[in-house]
Structure formats: structure tokens, C-alpha cells
């Protein structure tokens, strides 16, 4: 069995687009749950991706595993900062590599980058809002309350009553 692996992962080095070669060895890692090559591969894999969605959704994976099975948030944080270069404007891509800035203690960098986008987004864009919360929660984990309630509270003056509720809470 390890020496199918090997051949599979040596396969997937030397063709990383082959979805078959990547789709053996990624079965045969996951089973074991050895999530490193498994993120491994993903990262490997969108080197080689031209599409940008589909290049940040492998890295996304990866990162995802380096955070969540691998406990290493900083990985995460790189991984996911790559993604934002094909995606800049993806507000959920956005929305990810803040919070995961902040899981890894980087509570300003988190926060600015909410910020940057805040300030490049027209007040009347849609995005504004959930830029706002995001900025919010980003306040909110780093214990600062009272610019979490002002971030909601410019929200309210912008939405109304639908965001009511996050300021009571």
C-alpha cells in the first residue's frame, strides 16, 4: 500500500493537472486522514489551476485543513492571501482570510483588511453592510466593543431595522 502511495504521489508530482493521479492519491490520503498530503496536493494542485475561482477554492481547501485538522492558522492565513490575489473582490474570500488573521492573533491585520475594502466600496454598494459586520466581528474578537457597536451602529443608520438584533446582543 505505501508503495502504490509513493507511485501515486511521484504520478501527481510530475503531472500535477492529471485529475485522476490526484483524485487516487487524494482518496487514498483522506482515508488514512493524512490531512498534510492532502493539503498538500490541493496547494500543489492550484499552482497549476489558470482559473482563478477555481485556483482559490483548492487553496481554500488547503487552508481550511491547515487550520482546522493541522492547527497551523498561520499556513492558513498565506494560503488564503494567495487566493485573494486571483479574487480580490470576493467578499466571502475577503471575509475568510480576516477571520482567519484573526484566529492566528493578528487582530489589526484582520481589521484592516475589512478596512481597506470598507474604503473602496461606495456607501450605497450592497457589500458596504456586510463589510461593516465583518469589520464588526473582526472588532469583536479582538475585545474591542465599543468600535464593533459603531461599525453596527453605521450599518443601522444605512440598513434599519434588519440589523437591529446584532446591536442588542
Same mark, same amino acid.
Given at each position: =500500500?505505501?508503495? #502504490? +502511495?509513493? =507511485?501515486?504521489? =511521484?504520478? $501527481?508530482?510530475?503531472?500535477? !493537472?492529471?485529475? !485522476?493521479?490526484?483524485?487516487?492519491?487524494? /482518496?487514498? $490520503?483522506?482515508?488514512?486522514?493524512?490531512?498534510?498530503?492532502?493539503?498538500? #496536493?490541493?496547494?500543489?494542485?492550484?499552482?497549476?489551476? =489558470?482559473?482563478?475561482?477555481?485556483?482559490? +477554492?483548492s487553496l481554500r481547501t488547503a487552508a481550511s485543513l491547515w487550520r482546522d485538522q493541522l492547527g497551523d492558522p498561520a499556513r492558513a492565513v498565506a494560503l488564503l492571501a494567495a487566493a485573494r490575489q486571483g479574487l480580490p473582490s470576493d467578499l466571502n474570500l475577503l471575509a475568510e482570510h480576516?477571520? /482567519?488573521l484573526s484566529a492566528a492573533g493578528d487582530h489589526a491585520a484582520a481589521v484592516a483588511e475589512a478596512t481597506r475594502a470598507l474604503e473602496a466600496t461606495a456607501a450605497d454598494d450592497p457589500m458596504t453592510v456586510a463589510l461593516l459586520r465583518l469589520r464588526a466581528e473582526l472588532y469583536g474578537a479582538a475585545d474591542d466593543v465599543d468600535a464593533a457597536a459603531a461599525g453596527l451602529e453605521r450599518a443601522f443608520a444605512l440598513v434599519g431595522d434588519s440589523i437591529a438584533p446584532e446591536l442588542v446582543t
Open positions: =500500500a505505501a508503495g #502504490i +502511495e509513493r =507511485a501515486l504521489e =511521484a504520478g $501527481f508530482r510530475a503531472l500535477p !493537472t492529471d485529475d !485522476t493521479l490526484r483524485g487516487h492519491l487524494e /482518496a487514498r $490520503f483522506m482515508a488514512r486522514q493524512h490531512w498534510a498530503g492532502v493539503a498538500m #496536493i490541493r496547494e500543489l494542485h492550484a499552482e497549476h489551476l =489558470a482559473d482563478a475561482a477555481a485556483r482559490a +477554492e480576516a477571520r /482567519a
